[in-house]
Each structure stands twice: as structure tokens, then as C-alpha cells.
T-cell receptor, first 114, second 115 residues
Framework: AQSVTQLGSHVSVSEGALVLLRCNYS??????LFWYVQYPNQGLQLLLK??????LVKGINGFEAEFKKSETSFHLTKPSAHMSDAAEYFC????????????FGQGTTLQVKP | DAGVIQSPRHEVTEMGQEVTLRCKPI?????LFWYRQTMMRGLELLIY????????DSGMPEDRFSAKMPNASFSTLKIQPSEPRDSAVYFC?????????????FGSGTRLTVV
């Protein structure tokens, strides 16, 4: 069955530390992969996306993610966390390219401590 | 472009009342999605439209919920009668295609509280 899983509903890091948010998917075909961010009291914003081009994708605000087919993963990273990165992050997958709707993970809340 | 516009931003209503949420998608986007977000269930897709036609409403929780898209620039989500368990943030999103190579664009949401 096709699914998307975000490991860890809450992640806490210190300011300046590495941010790593995990996303794994289950699919028999290469998917399109996305990361969205939701700041408090706002809608979701697209951070970055993978659509079968370069496997290392750079997004806004210094975030990047790497598509690893062998691990069926698309983890989101940022070398140095800022206080302003505190938000909820959603991994989303389209299992049928342009013909499949996005399936969202359960979300990971990132807390950044001073 | 002003993005996806939702109204109202906040709605407080009494149990049993009718509630109507509104959405204006981005011009040129052929797909419109209604989502509900709660702490318990996360982000749930309720229904989506393609060219104003409802395609998949399997996420609509029950008959109390209905959605319409009378034209390309307007959609409504109605709850009648409302119940406290309907309290949530409701998001509207639009996209040029369903698989969204371009990404779904979300509105700021309507926070619904049913007391």
C-alpha cells in the first residue's frame, strides 16, 4: 500500500544546531515528494519539491532534502536552526506524478530552543 | 496574485447552527481542495474539485457537510447542523494540476469553533 510516514511528531533542537526531519514513503513507483511548512495561525507553504530531477533539492530558508530511492526517504535538513524555523513541517507525496493527488504525512512540530 | 483567499478567518457558532466557509482560488488553477486540520487527526482531505466539478468527496465526514463550486472563482463548504466535534481549522488549496508539480497553494484557513 502507498503511504507516507513522518518519524517523530515533535523534534526539539537548539538554535544553531542541525535540523533533521524524517520522511519515508512506501511506493512501487518513483513518487513526487514535497515538504511544506506551516507557521502558527497560517496556511501551508511549499518549502521544496522533488519531481525526478536532481536528487538533492534546495528550498527556501536554507532547507534542503535528498531523495534516496534505496531508503525510500526524503528527509529535510538545515545545517543551523534559527528561532524563526519553529513551525510544523509536512511531508507530502504524489504517487502517480501529475495524476495523483498529494498525500500528506502527519506533520512534525519543530521546536527551536535558545 | 493575492493567493488563495478564505473567509472568515475565525468563526464561532453555536451547536446546531449552519456554518458556511468560503474560498476564492488562484485564477487559472483548475483544482480546488478542502482540508480539515485537527490535533487528533492531522490534515485530512475532505473533497476536491476539477474545473468546478466535485471529483472525490470520500473524505467528507457525513451528510452534514456539503461543498459547492458554482464557478471557477468561488467555492463554499457548508456544515448544517454544526456540532462541537466539527471544531477545527479548515483550509482551502488550489493547484494547476492534481499531482502538483507546481505545489498546492493554501489559504490562511478558517478556524471554526462550535460551542
Amino acid at each position: 500500500a502507498q503511504s507516507v510516514t513522518q518519524l517523530g511528531s515533535h523534534v526539539s533542537v537548539s538554535e544553531g544546531a542541525l535540523v533533521l526531519l524524517r520522511c519515508n514513503y512506501s511506493s512501487s513507483v518513483p513518487p513526487y515528494l514535497f515538504w511544506y511548512v506551516q507557521y502558527p495561525n497560517q496556511g501551508l507553504q511549499l518549502l521544496l519539491k522533488y519531481t525526478s530531477a536532481a536528487t538533492l533539492v534546495k528550498g527556501i530558508n536554507g532547507f534542503e532534502a535528498e531523495f534516496k530511492k534505496s531508503e525510500t526517504s526524503f528527509h529535510l535538513t538545515k545545517p543551523s536552526a534559527h528561532m524563526s524555523d519553529a513551525a510544523e513541517y509536512f511531508c507530502a507525496v504524489s504517487f502517480s506524478g501529475n495524476t495523483g493527488k498529494l498525500i500528506f504525512g502527519q506533520g512534525t512540530t519543530l521546536q527551536v530552543k535558545p | 496574485d493575492a493567493g488563495v483567499i478564505q473567509s472568515p478567518r475565525h468563526e464561532v457558532t453555536e451547536m446546531g447552527q449552519e456554518v458556511t466557509l468560503r474560498c476564492k482560488p488562484i485564477s487559472g488553477h483548475d483544482y480546488l481542495f478542502w482540508y480539515r486540520q485537527t490535533m487528533m487527526r492531522g490534515l485530512e482531505l475532505l473533497i476536491y474539485f476539477n474545473n468546478n466539478v466535485p471529483i472525490d468527496d470520500s473524505g467528507m465526514p457525513e451528510d452534514r457537510f456539503s461543498a459547492k463550486m458554482p464557478n471557477a472563482s468561488f467555492s463554499t463548504l457548508k456544515i448544517q447542523p454544526s456540532e462541537p466535534r466539527d471544531s477545527a481549522v479548515y483550509f482551502c488549496a488550489s493547484s494547476q494540476n492534481i499531482g502538483s508539480v507546481y505545489g498546492y497553494t493554501f489559504g490562511s484557513g478558517t478556524r471554526l469553533t462550535v460551542v
